[in-house]
């Protein structure tokens, strides 16, 4: 089952077109890693995934409903749907806990008691159930993206959308992030990654998308990507970026 | 110079019949505090409104906005305190012009509705310039979580912003206490309305600007006093840009 289609989705900055007829799908409990070169249009294309961008043609749909549809309550959808920023974007006058708590109390409407539950419950999976009062500014970048992830997953989504998770970071601390996806997507969570971390993808991936100038230059099955890429730009990208 | 200095001044009785020159001073001390706490207060919540507006995903929202600031920005105040006083009771039907002419204290409801449109437009430009220097992922992350737009400005935006502009601010309260100063060009006897009647009753007009300035002084050293309180009070830790928690 398709939990993320993706139609024909083009979009314009103006004059400048930055997606250009993209089409795919995610199936329930997939996980696609998106990558190409900067300026490609991935980051784009996956904000477009919640409605954080507007795109001007085609359509998606998440779990069945269109975000196109006037009939979509578009903040419902999107409290279902994960989303992780390359910065972070934790709020920074809250304290973790309510970072997590807000979601659950101003849109899912659990009462405080049970909010906090989930919310401890997640920073003790993610390892800093000891950080629950500090404030984002006290944390480490990896620290601060564990707890963003976890307050995406505070909502109980149907899906996750990782925005290049790990490209903020400090080199020692991608893999306690990755580690937490991984974990993720091994439980089966439906996620949709921008990424550069071709370990990941090998790892866990089902798919990988590679994206240059704004079109889907290939959306293939992770054996036939990292085996035998068929675009000659995909092949220059994975060259640049494998080497070491 | 020939002056002749008489401190004593203040405990005489002051022509009006009322009281003394003490109690006339601080008849007019409590109209500039209310004057410019009415307008202050008006300002703020206007101003943010109006700011908020301004930064709405909604480009005829968002003129809208510009366009009052524009117009209360542009004008000065003295000018804008005229046309309410003035101009505004010959503009509305002749019924409603005579009940404004006729409301009592009308100078005052002037003065502080005058000085928080104008200071409001001020303000609004503050909170815009505050919301817009957050990072633009702030917005996503709250829309991203479910919030509706106000939710994502109550929660998300708008704690951010403040703390932001509390220097700011601090400026435009004080500039709101010492602007009240116009309002004795339409009548209203406050502070400095009162040394000016003083010195024209007495002629002991050192006497009367030193007492005004001590009393503008205090006032605004109490404003600066607060707002540096507040400023500490909502400091977030690790947090530079608001305050200086980590400093």
């Known amino acids: 089952m398709a939990m993320i289609e993706i139609r024909n989705v083009s979009k314009w900055y103006g004059e400048f077109n930055v997606l250009k007829d993209c089409s795919t799908t995610v199936d ?36 069945g409903q269109s975000l196109c549809d006037p009939a979509t309550n578009l903040p419902k959808l999107r409290a279902h749907i994960g989303m992780v920023f390359q910065n972070f974007e934790l709020f920074p006058h809250m304290r ?14 659990r009462d405080r008691a049970t909010a906090r539950d989930r919310s401890l419950e997640l920073l003790k999976r993610v390892g800093l159930e000891a950080h629950a009062q500090k404030y984002p500014g006290e944390l480490s970048g990896g620290q ?7 307050r995406a997953l505070a909502m109980d989504p149907i899906a996750m959308l990782f925005d290049e998770p790990t490209s903020a970071l400090d080199p020692e601390m991608i893999n306690e992030v990755l580690d937490v996806m991984v974990a993720l997507a091994k439980e089966g969570m439906t996620m949709m990654v921008v990424t550069h971390e071709m370990g990941f993808a090998r790892q866990v991936a089902h798919r990988v998308i ?3 100038e704004g079109s889907i230059v290939e959306d293939t099955s992770k054996e036939e990507f990292f085996g035998s890429p068929r675009s000659e730009r995909a092949q220059q990208f994975l060259s640049k970026i494998l080497h070491h | ?53 301004r930064t709405t995903p909604y480009p005829w ?11 209360f920005r542009n004008v000065p105040l003295i000018v804008q305190m005229f046309l309410w006083y003035f101009v505004l009771p010959e503009l509305v039907p002749k019924a409603a012009g005579d009940w404004l002419k006729q409301l009592p204290n009308a100078s005052f409801y002037n003065a502080f509705i005058a000085l928080g449109f104008y200071t409001s437009a001020r303000v609004a430009e503050q909170v815009r310039a505050g919301i817009q220097s957050l990072p633009r992922g702030q917005r996503m992350a709250g829309t991203a979580i479910g919030l509706t737009l106000p939710q994502t400005y109550g929660y998300v935006l708008l704690p951010m ?29 406050e502070l400095t309305g009162r040394a000016r009647a003083m010195q024209e009753f007495s002629f002991q007009v050192f006497e009367a600007f030193t007492a005004a300035t001590i009393a503008y002084v205090m006032i605004t050293i109490t404003i600066v006093l607060t707002m540096r309180w507040l400023e500490r009070r909502v400091a977030i830790p690790g947090f530079i840009a608001a305050g200086n928690a980590t400093r």
Do not use: H
């Open chain 2, 161 to 189: 912003a403040f703390r932001i502009i509390v220097p700011p601010l601090t400026s435009e309260f004080m500039n709101t206490v010492k602007n009240s100063a116009v309002g004795l060009t339409i009548g209203l006897l």
């Open chain 1, 28 to 63: 329930k409990g997939q996980v696609v890693v998106v990558c190409g070169p900067s300026g490609s249009g991935k980051s784009t294309l996956i904000k477009c995934v919640n409605a954080l961008e507007p795109f001007q043609q085609g359509d998606i749909t998440v779990n």
């Open chain 1, 210 to 212: 590679f994206m240059d």
């Open chain 2, 1 to 53: 110079m020939n002056y002749n200095w008489n401190w004593a001044i203040f405990f005489e009785m002051s022509p009006e019949g009322t009281g003394t020159y003490l109690d006339t001073f601080f008849w007019g001390l409590g109209w500039t505090i209310s004057t410019s706490m009415l307008a202050w207060s008006m300002a703020l919540a206007l101003g943010t409104v109006v700011g908020v507006l």
């Open chain 1, 144 to 150: 601060q993206q564990r707890v963003a992830i976890a």
């Open chain 1, 96 to 109: 973790v806990l309510d970072n997590l708590n807000l979601g659950q109390t101003k849109v899912l409407k």
């Open chain 2, 61 to 71: 929202v968002v003129r809208l906005g510009d366009a009052y600031v524009e117009l």
